[in-house]
């Protein structure tokens, strides 16, 4: 387990702030966040790369704050890979056992195993500048791992890769943490890598911690409006939270009101997932509470699925498949009616 409290660190013109995290052993932890949010300076504090003002490391109650790199059992992939190029693939791998000072056996019985947890016999003579993307990966993850770290840390990892080999090295990645029961903390900016691959997410902006949960505590609880539009939560109001006469509580926004479950002080935004809005004809009849009608004015394609505008108004972003669009014969200046549940509306 790693426990980091209250870390500072300033490097002239960005500072992480406040920063505290608790990363169980043996889980996968994703920092999530923009570029520029301080995910690679957070990556390299832990691994000591980086001085800190104030704060403390923990690692498995052994408190690295101050510990050299070499000297805190972490070893870190950066999304480069950052591999010796004139050295080939098996030394690469046996560079920070040479380091270290250990025996000939002791280095080929890490190859072996490295060998085949990866599946790269193949590369081992090979320099770096011959390997292909998801290959480098491969090899970078074996010289990291060839040191047996207590904790794996992944900067960007798969940002390099074309859609085919990142799908492929989520799965490897998946793989190795299930084999290896290791502590791994992965930085990615990407919402979808970090859902396929997270146990848990903290995600990051400003170098501050904004919101750390599940994936789908994330993805469907947002807890302010950094983190909702940073999940591509697409329709997000600014408005206020009123009760009614009797039960009835609403949130009013741009000259409508959304019927909401429950009421909270400081409510200022409101917000719905694309996927939460069902479209259907106009003339259909709808039980649900927050139910409009309105006209689409912009169809994005998207492959299999299209992102549909409806404006009631305000312009509600509406995430419908191919099929359903064909169906329904959407297009752009069609009157529909929308639909979403109460229970689906997070305010914030």
């Known amino acids: ?35 520029g949010a301080g995910k690679t300076v957070l990556l390299e504090s832990i691994a000591g790369l980086n001085p800190i003002k104030q704060g403390v490391i923990l690692l498995k109650d052994r408190d690295i704050t101050h510990d050299k790199p070499e000297k805190r059992g972490i070893s870190i992939v950066y999304q480069d890979h950052a ?16 380091l270290r000072k250990k025996t000939k056996q002791e280095m080929k019985e890490a190859i072996d195993w490295l060998t085949e947890l990866l599946g790269i016999s193949n590369l081992l003579p090979r320099k770096p500048y011959t390997l292909s993307g998801g290959e480098r990966q491969k090899a970078a993850l074996a010289r990291a791992l060839s040191t047996r770290p207590e904790m794996l840390l992944l900067d960007e990892p798969l940002s390099a890769l074309d859609p085919g080999t990142r799908e492929a090295m989520q799965e490897e990645l998946h793989r190795l943490h299930r084999t290896l029961n290791s502590t791994v903390v992965h930085v990615t900016h990407d919402f ?73 002080e400081g409510i200022s935004h409101a917000g719905v997932r694309a996927d939460d809005i069902t479209i259907s004809p106009e003339d259909m009849t709808q039980l649900d509470a927050n139910t409009f009608s309105g006209t689409i004015t912009r169809i994005i394609d998207r492959g299999q699925i ?43």
């Open 1 to 35: 387990m790693i426990s980091i409290k209250n870390l500072y660190v300033n490097l002239g013109e960005f500072a992480l702030e406040d920063i505290s995290l608790t990363i169980n052993e043996g889980e996968y932890f994703v920092i999530l966040g923009p570029t």
């Open 83 to 98: 591999l010796f190029p004139h050295l080939t693939v098996r030394d690469n791998i046996l560079f920070g056992l040479k």
């Open 192 to 264: 979808e890598e970090a859902m396929a691959l997270g146990d848990r997410i903290a995600v990051i902006g400003n170098g501050r911690v904004k919101q750390t949960g599940t994936p789908e505590q994330i993805f469907r609880r947002p807890e302010s409006e950094f983190v909702a539009r940073f999940t591509m939560m697409r329709n997000i109001f600014a408005g206020k939270l009123i009760r009614k006469t009797g039960d009835d509580i609403v949130f009013q926004a741009n000259g409508i009101d959304f019927s909401v479950p429950v009421y909270q």
């Open 306 to 348: 299209l992102y549909v505008t409806v404006g009631v108004p305000p312009d509600f972003c509406c995430l419908v498949t191919r099929h359903d669009c064909t169906k329904m014969d959407l297009k752009e200046g069609k009157r529909v009616r929308i639909t979403f549940k109460a229970d689906s509306i997070r305010l914030f």
